[in-house]
Nanobody, 110 residues
Framework: QVQLVESGGGLVQPGGSLRLSCAAS?????MAWYRQAPGTQRELVAS???????FHRDFVKGRFSISRDHAKNTVYLQMNNLKPEDTAVYYC???????WGQGTQVTVSS
């Protein structure tokens, strides 16, 4: 089974940017980023197909962008204009195998 490892999280001020990475141990196809804030359910943020078609939830449209590098088996989430309500643990998911990474914490605070 392909292993997924997220990185790139951290503490950032409101209005700041972060780029999350999800590195896979093997070939990946349709992928997604989810997030989970304390006391809430995990929710879809964005997804990308093997062909590169993307989907972004309304609450991140215009601020976040999902992309991928097939040669590196890596999926990215560029997050701009971050808001305190974006604070959560961010997870990548392999939609084909339904596997999850371990998550990376993003905290947006002044």
């Amino acid at each position: 089974q392909v292993q997924l490892v997220e990185s790139g999280g951290g503490l950032v001020q409101p209005g700041g940017s972060l780029r999350l990475s999800c590195a896979a141990s093997g070939s990946i196809f349709d992928m997604a980023w989810y997030r989970q804030a304390p006391g809430t359910q995990r929710e879809l943020v964005a997804s990308i197909t093997s062909a590169g078609s993307t989907f972004h939830r309304d609450f991140v449209k215009g601020r976040f962008s999902i992309s991928r590098d097939h040669a590196k088996n890596t999926v990215y989430l560029q997050m701009n204009n971050l808001k305190p309500e974006d604070t959560a643990v961010y997870y990548c998911r392999d939609i084909t195998t339904l596997s999850w990474g371990q998550g990376t914490q993003v905290t947006v605070s002044s």
